[in-house]
């Protein structure tokens, strides 16, 4: 590293520690060892640093807002887990622009689901097109009414039904035709 890299890299340290309120202090070795100085006998480098122990950790969790064990943690909250399987509608079937069928999943995750149409736009791409169906139930099983958008025809649209707000966990069903 030349000493204007090292340097640079020194200040961007510094800057990021002090704003997070840090007390630690960072030396980067340069890469050519110059009459051996900060280098071990097996050629390793070696970082200086110094501070209180344990400073960093408290000032970037203080920085976040949140202690150990203060109230804040609840604001983190745990993702969904589980599983979303579409069941309907059924592969190889059309449906009519602006026309009404079943959507019917399987969910494990115990929270409501949002349904969402998408195309296909090639290359393995896809647009989300319109919500068909929100906050749909949080069953171990669903099913709802969908209604299409006017959209253009094409072969290639399918659902996603996904946890509500967040889509964390999502299943999609098998491709279908939209006619006119």
Avoid at 7 to 29: E, F
Avoid at 31 to 38: A, D, I, L, M, T
Avoid at 160 to 173: L, P
Wanted: net charge neutral; charged share 15%; aromatic share 6%.
């Amino acid at each position: 590293m030349s000493r204007a890299t090292s340097m640079a890299t020194n200040l961007a340290v510094a800057v990021a520690t002090t704003a997070v309120g840090c007390m630690l202090v960072i030396s980067l070795a340069p890469s050519r060892p110059e009459s051996g100085k900060s280098w071990r006998p097996d050629g390793n480098a070696v970082a200086a640093t110094s501070g209180h122990a344990g400073s960093a950790a408290r000032a970037a969790t203080s920085a976040l807002g949140a202690t150990a064990a203060g109230p804040e943690e609840e604001q983190f909250a745990t993702p969904p887990t589980g599983r979303i399987v579409v069941t309907a509608p059924a592969p190889g079937v059309d449906y009519k622009a602006n026309g009404s069928f079943t959507v019917a999943w399987k969910n494990t995750t115990g929270e409501q689901v949002d349904i969402w149409l998408y195309a296909e736009t090639g290359q393995g791409d896809a647009q989300r097109v319109a919500v068909v169906a929100s906050r749909a139930g949080d069953g171990p099983t669903g099913e709802a009414l969908v209604t299409l958008p006017n959209v253009p025809p094409g072969r290639h649209y399918f659902l996603e039904v996904a946890t509500a707000g967040d889509g964390a966990v999502r299943g999609v069903s098998r491709t279908f035709a939209i006619t006119a």
